[in-house]
């Protein structure tokens, strides 16, 4: 990992505590996982602020939890991405997020990223609420490519000798929407913790100095709340 990813780390999973802390202060693969259009955005909010239903996990994430060091050791020996519990934040908006399984960065500097699933399910296609978390990741981390991996499992008992696993490339078109899409969910997670509207935008593409604190407000909001 080079030194510019390492200096974008802010919390790491195997500090839960610290790692949800994180989390909620900012935007992550989870949260843009459900984005699919504006009639989503109000289901996010509820669940960033803890309005909709808390989900603690069942046995189909406890066995996730249990084979992926395994499944992690798999791709680190196959492909040389190593396992990764660190949580990034994105070179210019700190508060988008990702924890990628596995990171790597290539001879040639690209920087490879890992994801791993395991389900009951035989896909023949990847589920889109995975390919939003691998193309929100590799916004965070300038991520070129994402091997991602899974595990089809029977009863909980692996079926194949060795995962399977498929290059999903970046697409900068769907990285755009899911931007756009996180910005309309930090406006309305703005007007839910502020009760105010939120600040006209100016033209230019970058940030205004408004929109950062308008950004600034609605997640310290949040980290009053935690």
Not at 31 to 54: C, Q, T
């Amino acid at each position: 990992m080079t030194p510019e990813l390492e200096a974008r780390i802010v919390a790491d999973s195997r500090d839960r505590v610290a790692w949800l802390r994180a989390r909620a202060r900012g935007i992550t693969a989870t949260d843009v996982a459900g984005l699919s259009g504006a009639a989503s955005i109000a289901r996010a909010a509820d669940a960033k602020l803890g309005a909709g239903p808390r989900f603690g996990g069942n046995a189909y994430t406890d066995h996730g939890r249990r084979r992926e060091p395994e499944i992690a050791a798999w791709v680190a020996a196959t492909h040389g991405i190593l396992p990764s519990s660190a949580l990034f934040c994105a070179e210019t908006e700190k508060r988008h997020l990702a924890t990628p399984d596995g990171v790597c960065v290539d001879g040639d500097g690209r920087v490879l990223l890992a994801e791993i699933k395991t389900t009951n399910k035989s896909w023949r296609t990847i589920p889109r609420t995975y390919l939003r978390q691998v193309w929100w990741q590799q916004h965070v981390l300038g991520a070129e490519r994402t091997l991602f991996v899974w595990e089809e499992h029977d009863d909980f008992n692996p079926i194949h000798d060795e995962p399977k696993s498929v290059w999903i490339e970046r697409d900068d078109r769907e990285i755009g929407r899911l931007v756009g899409l996180a910005t309309d969910l930090i406006d309305e997670l703005y007007r839910r913790t502020t009760g105010r509207e939120v600040p006209a935008r100016g033209p230019e593409a970058a940030p205004t100095r408004r929109e950062q604190l308008r950004e600034r407000d609605a997640f310290r909001a949040l980290a009053l709340a935690d």
